[in-house]
């Protein structure tokens, strides 16, 4: 009797241990993940970001042509004979803007080319990651960033169609040159927003009160005072300070996205190396999720 119950207590023990182990296995096998398909994903979600951001940039500079046509029309002395006027600046930067965002969805391939790279479920070649990254850098070849841009972009497309193509070397170079096209307007329009603010500013400011209809005015201003001169200047100041606020939410939305890509060419970078430092990726790859986290 007393042997059953020591063969029964030696298999009870032995069960612990192969689930400790399988646990064990488990955590270790998701740490793995952590470090290796989580930079795929996150460049996916980088990417998805920068398109979804060209449109909302694409609509802003649409909506800064009617915005400054609305100043002119109700500051013009002579409304009967007024010729509008197209803004052939913000146009440009739109038709720019749309070129660039297709290159993005080509970025977008490459990471989604990655992730399955990674994923040991499927052959290597299933992912067809080389094509991918060739024709994401491929893509870059008509933008002139700096000097040395469309070197960089020729060497990559050499080393993916080479026989000696290292993943990580691709992602994370194809990630620094995505960083730099990002970058590349980032301060311009930057600056056309604040200037296109003080224009929009100081058109609001100067439009003549009675072009207002001053009973619509009092329905839109939910402010308790009676003089309408009063009602139309508030309206004014409305009218500023939403223009403020998405000129503020705009340019924070691509700064996030320009931090992003710190980020994943930072974790690109380490993963590169011979000798990762496993806990710095994971750090960063925690700080990415955070910066995009309520967005």
Same mark, same amino acid.
């Given at each position: 009797?007393?042997?059953?119950?020591?063969?029964?207590?030696?298999?009870?023990?032995?069960?612990?241990?192969?689930?400790?182990?399988?646990?064990?296995?488990?955590?270790?096998? /998701?740490?793995?993940?952590?470090?290796?398909?989580?930079?795929?994903?996150?460049?996916?979600?980088?990417?998805?970001?920068?398109?979804?951001?060209?449109?909302?940039?694409?609509?802003?500079?649409?909506?800064?042509?009617?915005?400054?046509?609305?100043?002119?029309?109700?500051?013009?002395?002579?409304?009967?004979?007024?010729?509008?006027?197209?803004?052939?600046?913000?146009?440009?930067?739109?038709?720019?803007?749309?070129?660039?965002?297709?290159?993005?969805?080509?970025?977008?391939?490459?990471?989604?080319?990655?992730?399955?790279?990674?994923?040991?479920?499927?052959?290597?070649?299933?992912?067809?990651?080389?094509?991918?990254?060739?024709?994401?850098?491929?893509?870059?070849?008509?933008?002139?960033?700096?000097?040395?841009?469309?070197?960089?972009?020729?060497?990559?497309?050499?080393?993916?169609?080479?026989?000696?193509?290292?993943?990580?070397?691709?992602?994370?170079?194809?990630?620094?040159?995505?960083?730099?096209?990002? #970058?590349?307007?980032?301060?311009?329009?930057?600056?056309?927003?604040?200037?296109?603010?003080?224009?929009?500013?100081?058109?609001?400011?100067?439009?003549?009160?009675?072009?207002?209809?001053? /009973?619509?005015?009092?329905?839109?201003?939910?402010?308790?005072? #009676?003089?309408?001169?009063?009602?139309?200047?508030?309206?004014?100041? /409305?009218?500023?300070?939403?223009?403020?606020?998405?000129?503020?939410?705009?340019?924070?939305?691509?700064?996030?996205?320009?931090?992003?890509?710190?980020?994943?060419?930072?974790?690109?970078?380490?993963?590169?190396?011979?000798? /990762?430092?496993?806990?710095?990726?994971?750090?960063?790859?925690?700080?990415?999720?955070?910066?995009?986290?309520?967005?």
């Amino acid at each position: 009797m007393k042997t059953k119950t020591n063969n029964l207590i030696k298999i009870q023990t032995l069960i612990i241990l192969m689930v400790l182990l399988s646990v064990s296995f488990s955590c270790t096998q /998701q740490k793995h993940k952590n470090e290796t398909v989580f930079l795929s994903e996150n460049g996916m979600l980088l990417a998805n970001k920068a398109i979804e951001a060209f449109d909302v940039l694409n609509t802003s500079l649409r909506t800064q042509g009617y915005d400054n046509e609305m100043i002119r029309i109700l500051n013009d002395p002579s409304p009967a004979t007024y010729m509008m006027q197209i803004n052939t600046v913000n146009s440009r930067l739109v038709k720019n803007n749309i070129k660039k965002q297709a290159a993005f969805r080509l970025f977008k391939k490459a990471f989604s080319s990655y992730n399955i790279f990674l994923d040991k479920n499927f052959d290597y070649s299933s992912s067809n990651l080389q094509n991918k990254i060739y024709a994401a850098a491929s893509a870059l070849d008509s933008f002139k960033v700096n000097d040395y841009f469309l070197e960089r972009v020729q060497m990559l497309k050499k080393q993916v169609s080479g026989t000696r193509f290292n993943e990580k070397t691709a992602i994370m170079e194809l990630s620094l040159l995505y960083a730099d096209l990002w #970058n590349t307007d980032l301060e311009k329009l930057y600056l056309l927003f604040e200037t296109d603010l003080e224009a929009y500013k100081k058109g609001v400011n100067e439009i003549n009160n009675t072009q207002f209809n001053q /009973q619509k005015v009092a329905s839109l201003v939910d402010k308790p005072y #009676n003089n309408s001169d009063v009602l139309v200047n508030l309206y004014k100041l /409305q009218l500023v300070k939403e223009k403020e606020q998405k000129t503020e939410s705009l340019t924070d939305l691509l700064q996030n996205i320009s931090t992003g890509f710190e980020y994943l060419g930072n974790i690109s970078a380490e993963m590169a190396k011979k000798r /990762q430092n496993k806990e710095k990726i994971h750090r960063l790859n925690e700080e990415f999720d955070a910066l995009f986290a309520d967005n």
